[in-house]
């Protein structure tokens, strides 16, 4: 007979690897039904019902991180400079896998506006939340595995 906390314990773990798998399995079949079946007319479809899901991963846990940065400042003007740097560091990390003379056209743009945006908002928050959004999207995108054959840029 196992005792009750060895097998909550036990439980508790199985229950968590459950959740991931579930996770993977939604992964797997994304990637294999959509992505593979129709390469060339549903590739855009795949890529956006994928981003759109950890677009909401990371917004929660930035949403949550923005709410204890505005309840630790009392300041408003945290929330256009938070929200403006999450995208803008969400586009510049996708723009990496996209090799033409418009993706460079487009992250030089999107770097002039990072900075005129340091200049207007307030320095601290955007900086701060910039590069961690921009390190989570650049590390520990979905895209990383799934598109290996597109060039990377050399700065990223």
Do not use: W
């Amino acid at each position: 007979m196992v005792p009750p906390s060895l097998n909550k314990k036990y439980l508790s773990e199985q229950n968590k690897s459950t959740a991931i798998q579930f996770f993977l399995n939604i992964k797997f079949y994304i990637y294999t039904h959509i992505y593979h079946t129709y390469p060339s007319t549903h590739t855009y479809i795949y890529l956006s019902i994928y981003l759109s899901i950890y677009l909401s991963i990371y917004l929660s846990i930035y949403l949550s991180i923005y709410l204890s940065i505005r309840c630790m400042s009392g300041d408003r003007r945290h929330f256009l400079s938070f929200f403006l740097s999450f995208f803008l560091s969400f586009f510049l990390s996708y723009l990496r896998y996209l090799n033409n003379i418009l993706s460079i056209f487009l992250s030089c743009i999107l770097f002039l506006l990072f900075f005129l945006l340091i200049l207007i908002h307030h320095f601290l928050s955007f900086f701060l939340s910039f590069f961690l959004s921009f390190f989570f999207f650049s590390y520990f995108s979905p895209l990383n595995n799934i598109l290996p054959s597109f060039q990377s840029f050399p700065f990223f």
